[in-house]
């Protein structure tokens, strides 16, 4: 059967595959190390849990609920908008979604034509540019820079902008470098977005894991009118060790959640109910827990950043946030030889058994993605692995 020419265009995601090749591996009894997750290693704090199961004890779970989400689940998200952004919504401005990855679906389902383009600033997450595809735009990528943390300018924004513009990705902290935009640089972006009524679509699912004194600004609690230009995307996956339970939102005006509503209704129908009954206790239960994940990260970056930095022919800045580094290894790669950072990604798992992801999958051909949501203890063995091996490479 001839596939589509959607699908045979589509890349499918590196994270994922790279820790399926893990697990993989070492479910043949191999001591692999895997940086490779893009999800907390905590277990799902237990109060979440226990709301879980006494929706099932109630039946309450038994039947679909409306296609944007639950009553209760839309009032919570409307209650923590309200702490963390300082906006007043109500339930027309929400969808409730298969995590945020089919709120950004649906998103551009619903804000593209073919032709349309987006604005993605590099590195991105994987899945951006596929997304837009599928909704048959096109992806426009603007690179950021070591030296600027990875950020985008303005200028750089400007430089791409032509009149099939709809919108620009603003993903901070940044999944993959960490980096977080400065209130003044998301001010910048929101008026400039304005000025030429452009969609921000402000991807927040890290906002709560922010370390050493780092706080993340959201571009839409600026001013009203950069939230009317504003498709917020964030959910329960990172921030409460969910990635299993699949819930995200986004918030955004009436027309474009509607939009994206119809669409979940015919492809998803709702969001698993446990699930959202779940999110609910997440989101308004205690925080304590989450404070706890939140903290064992922070310790994890500031003992393992100081030696990755080390490691011969690495560069990083220490990241703000996420639970992932970012190194650019063109250094290491020129020591042994390599033109290709796949490659020195295979041989490092192949000879060391320690897995990365390639930067490839990123637009960052010189990168790498070290994952921290593992042990301490693995984290250190990881850094001695991946030293011996760049040692060996030369
Ligand atoms: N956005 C970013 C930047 C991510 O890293 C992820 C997950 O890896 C998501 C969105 C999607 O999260 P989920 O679909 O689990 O809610």
Do not use: C
Not at 263 to 280: E, G, L
Request: aromatic residues 8%; charged residues 20%.
């Amino acid at each position: 059967m001839k596939l589509s020419q959607r699908v045979t265009n589509l890349e499918p995601s590196v994270t994922l595959a790279a820790t399926a090749k893990a697990k993989e591996l070492k479910a043949q009894g191999l001591d692999v190390i895997s940086l490779t997750v893009g999800e907390p290693d905590f277990t799902t704090p237990e109060n979440i849990e226990k709301a879980a199961i006494e929706g099932i004890k109630s039946g309450n779970v038994s039947f679909y609920t409306p296609s944007g989400g639950t009553p209760e689940l839309k009032n919570a998200i409307i209650d923590v908008t309200k702490k963390n952004y300082d906006l007043t919504i109500d339930a027309s401005n929400i969808i409730v979604t298969s995590g945020a990855k089919f709120a950004l679906y649906t998103l551009f389902q619903t804000i593209l034509d073919a032709g349309d383009e987006v604005i993605i600033p590099v590195p991105y997450w994987v899945s951006y540019g596929e997304q837009v595809k599928l909704a048959q735009g096109n992806p426009v990528f603007v690179s950021g820079n070591l030296a600027n943390d990875y950020k985008v300018t303005l200028d750089q924004l400007e430089d791409v902008r032509t009149a099939q513009t709809k919108a620009v990705i603003i993903n901070s902290p940044s999944n993959p470098t960490g980096m977080i935009y400065t209130e003044a640089e998301l001010r910048a972006i929101g008026e400039w977005a304005v000025r030429h009524d452009l969609l921000i679509i402000s991807d927040d699912i890290y906002d709560h894991l922010v370390y050493n004194g780092n706080e993340a600004p959201h571009i839409a609690s600026l001013s009203d009118e950069i939230f009317h230009h504003t498709v917020i995307i964030n959910g329960v996956s990172k921030t409460y060790s969910m990635t299993g339970w699949r819930i995200g939102y986004a918030v955004g005006n009436p027309e474009i959640i509607g939009g994206m509503t119809s669409i979940a209704s015919q492809a998803t129908s709702n969001p698993a109910a446990v699930s959202q009954a779940a999110a609910v206790e997440a989101l308004i239960g205690q925080q304590e827990t989450a404070e706890a994940m939140r903290q064992a990260f922070e310790e994890r970056l500031n003992t393992i950043y100081p030696k990755v930095a080390a490691l011969p022919g690495f560069e990083l800045k220490k990241p703000q946030g996420t639970f992932y580094l970012f190194p650019n290894i063109a250094g290491a790669m020129k020591m042994g030889g390599y033109d290709n950072v796949t490659t020195w990604v295979n041989d490092l798992l192949e000879q060391e058994r320690v897995a990365l992801v390639t930067g490839e999958g990123f637009g960052s051909p010189e990168s790498v993605r070290m994952s921290y949501s593992t042990s301490l203890e693995d984290l250190e063995e990881a850094v001695v692995r991946i030293r011996r091996f760049i040692e060996n490479s030369q």
